[in-house]
């Protein structure tokens, strides 16, 4: 892979990536930099990321993630970095982690994040210095992908985390099937797959019941009745109409990141 062919021939003392349609602000890389430069016992630096669509307009936050230091606990549970743009981290660290999974079709970045915190420390720059883009065609798109990914990694990193963090593993896969709801869901009627999107919702809510709680679930699912049971046009209409009913980003705000005392 492209990451992977940049690691063998990069030369410098610190490394990072961006991805062909993601952008980075102009002061991303000294910001970054500096905070590697003044935190000598952390291994990678990240910023916060905002989420653009295809045309480079703002849709979202991203992540907007302030987690310091000992961050292993947290990316077993969910991968906050946001975005494989993201990252500065010091060549050094990938002699430790080695290069990036080739074998997994999707969220390679994911992995390497959890294999680098189980080493290294990270530190935050709390700005938004990514802007992650969004687009039917992107390889996060790929739902079924992303979510055989996720699992996978999932069923590698806690095979090998220590004792105290198996209990975490629940916590994880509900977190996958919260993301990949707000995933499938964004999509728009017609390119929507109900079948998959119903699996993911029943996923989410059996890793989690506590969402049979939270109006969330009753939104997607009737989000996904109006976008099965009425031409893809109308469909558009109604949600369009109906700007609450189509957002479903409240998934991710059940994303659990910070579970290690409990």
Same mark, same amino acid.
């Given at each position: 892979m492209n990451r992977n062919r940049g690691l063998t021939h990069a030369s410098g003392k610190f490394i990072t990536f961006l991805d062909a349609d993601d952008l980075w602000l102009s002061d991303k890389l000294e910001a970054q930099y500096k905070a590697?430069?003044? *935190? +000598?016992? !952390? !291994?990678? !630096?990240?910023?916060?990321? *905002?989420?653009?669509?295809? *045309? %480079?307009?703002?849709?979202? +936050?991203? %992540?907007h993630a302030n987690w310091t230091g000992d961050v292993y606990s947290k990316l077993l549970l969910d991968d906050f970095i946001g975005s494989g743009s993201n990252a500065m981290i010091r060549s050094i660290a990938f002699s430790k982690v080695g290069n990036f999974n080739e074998l997994l079709t999707n969220a390679q970045d994911t992995d390497m994040w959890v294999r680098l915190a189980a080493h290294y420390h990270f530190v935050a720059v709390k700005k938004v210095q990514i802007l992650y883009r969004i687009s039917a065609c992107s390889m996060s798109s790929d739902i079924l992908g992303l979510e055989a990914s996720n699992l996978q990694i999932a069923e590698q990193s806690f095979a090998i985390a220590p004792p105290k963090f198996k209990h975490l593993k629940p916590h994880r896969i509900a977190n996958i099937y919260k993301l990949l709801c707000y995933k499938a869901l964004s999509m728009p009627p017609g390119k929507h797959n109900t079948k998959v999107i119903a699996q993911f919702l029943w996923q989410a809510v059996k890793t989690d019941l506590s969402l049979l709680k939270k109006l969330v679930i009753y939104k997607g699912l009737l989000k996904l009745a109006v976008m099965t049971l009425l031409p893809a046009q109308w469909a558009n209409s109604v949600l369009n109409k109906f700007p609450r009913l189509s957002n479903t980003t409240t998934f991710l705000g059940y994303i659990k990141v910070d579970l290690i005392n409990d």
């Open positions: 590697l430069i003044q *935190n +000598p016992q !952390a !291994a990678v !630096a990240y910023s916060w990321t *905002n989420a653009i669509d295809e *045309n %480079s307009q703002y849709l979202r +936050p991203c %992540s």
